[in-house]
């Protein structure tokens, strides 16, 4: 049996005889009890589902597939692109749904291709909500409205959530999400939605939910708002770290044959005639390696368009005249410190003040708060705006503590994702909204897969294999993606990490991030970690003192096709997500191990450190991070506004009226306190709104007012000065007497 492919224990119980009865019988009871409701629905739909797993799992106990141990380089890939006559499918599109369709294809036995014109997950899939969920909000509907097809979405994502937990384990796990309640009425509509969302995911819900009194609710969460709590629901959804899981995806269909490429352009589409009928047909696709500049044409006998947000752009080089489909939409999301939130509990906020749902959740040792939903223009670089980035923490404030104080200079980090809503081209009202995802295929025979969500990116993989099978005449075998053990599973276990820690000497924070991120790859990355040279930790330095990013996994990301140091920060390790100004801090040493591996020339190192710094700047929310103090006004009382000048001239000892780093070195040497030269620049231009190489006066009064009024926090040069004015202050003169003068 090919790898991935083996049963799980609970595959096992859903495969037999008995299990088969028995969800005959469990049907058929439960229609019986509901009246032919909702529930009966469920139920039936429950037998439905057990017959096609069981079938599913049955083709796949046949498959027998090459595995490759070794990934091939992407210089290999883009060779078989290149060379390779004809590929049965060539997906358009890196992210989940583009990979996942990837997997199933190869996985069905057919020559696959995919390319991808930026990095894989570049795009929404790296900047969702880390939610891996049915759709709370989604079932509300389906029992408000009878919406019998709002249910069987929700039923299918339930189903893809308990099969991605299942399949990588090491990148996602179940999440507890608190929703409180403040008014005794919600209790009994709250806690019904809950437990039908329980009922529907069957066999497959996570953990059953729970009530909590106002006590317990508080213990759980000490930041949540006491004032009218009467108690808390809790319930149980997946989370996983996005980019690594779209990755891990990609890079399994890699080790099954596929041959992906990323940064590997379409630049348009291949057609011909076909010999029998007459009508012209797409055939491939014309690429351009972003990397080198060569084009190379890309045979295949079907092209698959799963381009998310641009799917208007691939449908319209097939066929410029037809309309577009996709309505973008921007979800924007906040980073703020982990001590907002318990490390393991979410916060649901159900009905925000404009009617949104806000999610607030741990991750990765930090919180996220989001998400919003606003029309957006289509492009390959969304910012996150400052409007809503204070929208969210508006909402924040109020579900926590006054206790709390919620201040804009706590986003760490923000980003914005385009989701691509779409409306359904074979529907007469082509002007509605697609609720789930649609499959189409044009007169020439593209096929597009557009819209659904990030949880259920198999079952749409699923879904537009078997329409491209069916339209183009491919032998392919069944689908085999359910079960299939992603990147990195194989070989992980809850306690890998000690491995990792007895075997190579890993500082136990880190050794868990590796086996979090890698799975059981995290040993390969062990193996390259250089030795540290201090009693402990034996191996694995640190990018960054805050994080355990550790400087083999830059080496290790060239392995996973990582062409740019954006590529590192961002999709290979999440550390542009988590903290802008810690990714800043960590590009350098980024880029010199890069440049190294790859051989990069002195500019092309200074351009790759430039266009990282670039995507901190205006994609990851450092540029409304850097307005917050640019557009404050001076608003200090004048006995403050005389304290701060007092503290700035200790600096400014000539009364120049600005201060250079020769300023703050001299007054550190005189109490003792050594700052290399770099990090003094870096501590000083975060301050130069200007950029003329020096912090004026009035620069350091905006920073000291944005510090008061909480739009900016945590500032290296405010807590340097204040810290060194109280050492000068401690300093007292020498008494006569104590040293050893007068008369």
Known sequence: ??????????????????????????????????????????????????????????????????????????????????????????????????????????????????????????????????????????????????????????????????????????????????????????????????????????????????????????????????????????YYDGQHNDARMNLAIALTAARYGAAIANYTEVLHLLKRADPESGAVRVCGAHCRD????????????????????????????????????????????????????????????????????????????????????????????????????????????????????????????????????????????????????????????????????????RSMAEETLDAVVKSHGLRAGPCRTVGLMLEGAKDWTPTLYIRLVQDYGLEVEVAKHLASTYGGRALEVAKVSHVTGKR???????????????????????????????????????LGFLNVQAAEEALPRIVDIMAKELGWSTQKRIDELAAAKHFLYNEMGYKARSEQLTNTEITLPPAEVNRYKNRFHKFDKENKGFITTVDVQRVLQSISVQIDENTLHEILNEVDLNKNGQVELAEFLQLMSAVKKGQVSDNRLAMLMKTAEQSLDQREPVSVDRSGGGV
């Open 1 to 234: 049996m090919p790898y991935g492919a083996a049963l799980t224990k609970s595959q096992e119980d859903w495969t037999g005889p008995q299990a088969y009865t028995m969800a005959a019988r469990k049907a058929a009871a439960v229609a019986a009890l509901s009246g032919g409701t909702l529930v009966g629905l469920y139920a039936f739909s429950e037998l439905r589902e057990h017959k096609e797993k069981q079938a599913r799992v049955q083709a796949a106990e046949q498959v027998k597939m090459a595995f490759q141990d070794e990934l091939p380089s992407r210089a290999a890939q883009i060779s078989a692109l290149r060379t390779t006559d004809e590929f049965d499918v060539l997906v358009v599109g890196g992210g989940a749904t583009g990979s996942g369709c990837a997997l199933d294809a190869v996985t069905r036995n057919l020559k696959t291709a995919l390319v991808e014109r930026d990095d894989f997950s570049s795009g929404t899939s790296s900047r969702s909500t880390k939610l891996i969920h049915g759709g709370v909000r989604y079932l509300q509907k389906a029992i408000m409205k009878l919406d019998y097809e709002q249910y069987m979405m929700v039923k299918e994502a339930l189903h893809e959530r308990a099969n991605l937990l299942e399949v990588a384990p090491h990148l996602s796990a179940p999440l507890p999400i608190m929703l409180p309640v403040y008014k005794w009425w919600q209790f009994p509509y709250y806690w019904l939605g809950i437990k039908m969302y329980d009922l529907v995911a069957g066999a497959q819900c996570l953990k059953t939910s729970y009530v909590l009194s106002k006590a317990k609710a508080l213990e759980l969460f000490p930041m949540l708002k006491k004032d009218r709590l009467v108690g808390a629901i809790v």
């Open 536 to 574: 402990w930790p034996i191996v694995g330095q640190r990018l960054v003192s805050e994080f355990p990013y550790i400087e083999s996994e830059v080496q290790y990301a060239m392995r996973e096709y990582a062409c740019t140091a954006v590529d590192v920060i961002a999709r290979r390790t999440r």
């Open 290 to 457: 972003v990397v080198t500049g060569q084009e190379f044409d890309v045979r295949a006998k079907c092209v698959i368009n799963a381009t998310g947000p641009f799917t208007d752009a691939l449908r319209k080089m097939d066929d410029q005249k037809i309309p577009n489909i996709c309505q973008p939409s921007a979800g924007v999301h906040i980073v703020i410190p982990g001590y907002y939130s318990p490390d393991n509990m979410g916060l649901l906020d159900p009905a925000t003040s404009d009617g949104r749902v806000i999610f607030f959740l741990p991750w990765e040792k930090v919180t996220i708060a989001g998400t919003t939903d606003t029309p957006t223009d289509i492009t390959a670089h969304p910012a996150p705006s400052e409007e809503d980035i204070n929208f969210i923490l508006k909402e924040v404030r109020n579900y926590l503590s006054p206790d709390v104080e919620v201040r804009r200079g706590d986003v760490l980090a923000a980003w914005s994702g385009i989701r691509p809503l779409v409306t359904d081209p074979n529907s007469k009202d082509t002007q509605s909204i697609c609720r789930n995802h649609v499959v189409s295929i044009s007169p020439s025979g593209l096929v597009t897969i557009a819209g659904g969500k990030w949880t259920t990116y």
